[in-house]
């Protein structure tokens, strides 16, 4: 009986000690810069005319998509049960080949699309009294592409992990899915019009409260 008491009163002691700990060390913001990239893939271009031939559309192949992710943020913001974060991201896409409809035999093709992203983003803990804290969020933004007369409204669902090795600073592993809106690109001198898709990613980073 008296084990069992003992038990039952340092498990509460830890619980509340926890428990104000969290509280203690709970800041307003938060700061993460993450790294990551997307597979490769490929992109078609919307129908064009081109070479006396009409309905042609290009195919073209990309390596993996490096990019780096800022973020700005503040939690529970304005009393709600979710974070709110802004987000500046930098991919880099490098055009690998291209094939045309009547010409299936890839071209080479060296070039390197960027894409920068600035999003309004929601968070939501699914799990927030651990060091292992699980996360589900969306954003909307704005993405624009340099050297490109292209932009457009951008997308995106998350999900993820926070690990906090310390009370206010902690290791971020994301997976992402972020629309890519119609973006343009000159081959040969011609000029195509890339239809929009979706371009998962994986990120890993690290963030800080403060």
Known sequence: MILRLAIIT????FFVRAEAETKRVENPFFFMVSYGGSPSGKLNSEPFSAYGM????????????????????ARKAWGLPVDVSVTATQMKTPLRDYTLTFSPTPQGL?????????????????MSRSDWRIFLGGG???ANFV?????????????????????????????KAMTVPNSKVSIQGQQFTLASQVMPSVNLGIGFDF
């Open 140 to 142: 909307l933004g704005w």
């Open 54 to 73: 009409s309905n042609m559309t290009a195919t073209i192949r990309y390596s993996p998509t490096p990019q780096i992710e800022f973020e700005y943020g």
């Open 147 to 175: 050297g490109a007369d292209a932009s457009g409204v951008s997308a995106s669902l998350f999900t993820g992990v926070r690990y906090h090795f310390q009370p206010s600073s902690y290791a971020v592993f994301k997976l």
């Open 110 to 126: 060296h070039q390197t699309g960027i894409m920068n992203v600035y999003a309004l983003n929601v968070y939501y803990d699914m």
């Open 10 to 13: 340092i498990t509460i002691v």
